[in-house]
């Protein structure tokens, strides 16, 4: 369906009909026709909680503004050499060689290298000749000592936590004049971090890098904002499409980039409404040092905050911007929902389960 104008509030109907939008042209997959079943994903602002690799992602992301410290994994940090393989310098990395034991007669085994020092980046390798076999450690042990066995009178080894409990229970039965059994400890649960505690964490006063977002309209009433950034825009655009989705650069261009992100049929105005910033379509800019990274296309309707598209520049993939600013969109829609209450769900649009790179919805 072709829209030229629509409400917000209107879309928003559509919206939860299971409608969506790309440009002017809404649509909705017929489900017994598509070969991979599509469901849209709504996320109550105010209930929302982070999992575990989400609070491990703003953590990481975090470190990275503070201190530029960048995310690897295992042994990224190590170059291979020309042949393909890693190589180990035995003085670098403080390596010592292994005394192995034949035949009461110690041998030098030089290829087997250990670290004696506490250096975290120390390189462990083990470089050894499969064809040849392992040779055995062998060792005189003497026969352990007999004793009379544990001593019934003392109290039995416990972990520490558990006996302050203990501990804390004999003395609130002491002072209720009770049995110890019958007091009853309930586990204090520490305050839960929200989403604004790990967005809003303390930076150093000299960070690493600046991480700001810019909120720009979009659509029929471009703002001077998105006039200014519109170069820098589109090319992040073609950056991420020929990258990320393998995109031709004939189809990047100018014109395919309006019909996509920038054009909306949405008005900006909505009666009754609330919320600090106008309904309609916005791009949600995302600067790191003056530098346009990434871009999320939004709609605010009068109870939702809709993620339309994003797109980010493949450098900085490392980052899992993809999950990062689904976080920061529900952060802004909870910040729209203490102004405006009526501003309740973020809606992230279509899953498909067979799909990859929809996996971060999830």
Not at 140 to 155: A, D, Q, T, W
Not at 218 to 245: N, P
Request: net charge positive; with cysteine; aromatic share 10%.
């Amino acid at each position: 369906m072709w829209a030229h104008t629509l409400t917000v509030q209107s879309y928003q109907w559509l919206l939860e009909r299971g409608w969506r939008r790309s440009g002017r042209y809404c649509y909705k997959p017929t489900m017994e026709k598509c070969c991979c079943p599509q469901y849209m994903i709504r996320i109550s602002a105010k209930d929302f909680r982070l999992t575990k690799s989400q609070k491990k992602l703003l953590k990481k992301v975090h470190r990275y503004l503070s201190t530029g410290e960048k995310p690897w994994k295992g042994l990224e940090k190590v170059k291979p050499n020309s042949a393909g393989s890693v190589s180990v310098d035995m003085e670098t990395t403080h390596c010592k060689p292994i005394m192995a034991l034949t035949d009461g007669v110690s041998q030098e085994r030089p290829a087997v290298p250990f670290c004696d020092n506490n250096d975290a980046h120390c390189l462990f390798t083990e470089i050894v000749d499969k064809n040849k076999p392992v040779e055995k450690f062998t060792s005189e042990r003497k026969p352990p000592i007999k004793g009379s066995g544990p001593n019934s009178e003392k109290p039995k080894c416990g972990k520490a936590k558990q006996r302050r409990l203990e501990r804390k229970r004999q003395k609130l039965a002491a002072q209720a004049n009770i049995d110890p059994s019958e007091v009853i400890l309930l586990p204090k649960k520490p305050a839960e971090k929200t989403i604004e505690d790990f967005l809003n964490g303390p930076m150093p006063d000299q960070p690493a890098h600046r991480l700001e977002i810019k909120l720009v309209k979009s659509g029929d009433e471009l703002s001077d904002s998105f006039h200014s950034t519109f170069k820098q825009s589109l090319a992040v655009y073609s950056k991420y499409q020929m990258s990320v989705h393998k995109d031709k650069p004939a189809d990047c261009n100018k014109t395919t980039f309006e019909g996509f992100l920038v054009d909306s049929p949405l008005e900006t105005g909505h009666q009754g409404g609330k919320s600090p910033h106008e309904y309609g379509s916005f791009h949600q800019q995302y600067w790191l040092d003056d530098k346009l990274i990434a871009v999320g296309v939004i709609d605010i309707l009068p109870s939702y905050v809709s993620s339309v598209y994003l797109y980010y520049d493949p450098v900085y993939s490392f980052l899992s911007l993809g999950t990062y600013a689904a976080l920061r969109e529900i952060a802004f829609t909870r910040n729209l929902m203490a102004v405006d209450p009526d501003i309740q769900f973020y809606c992230m649009g279509y899953y498909i389960n067979s799909c990859p790179k929809m996996r971060y919805k999830v």
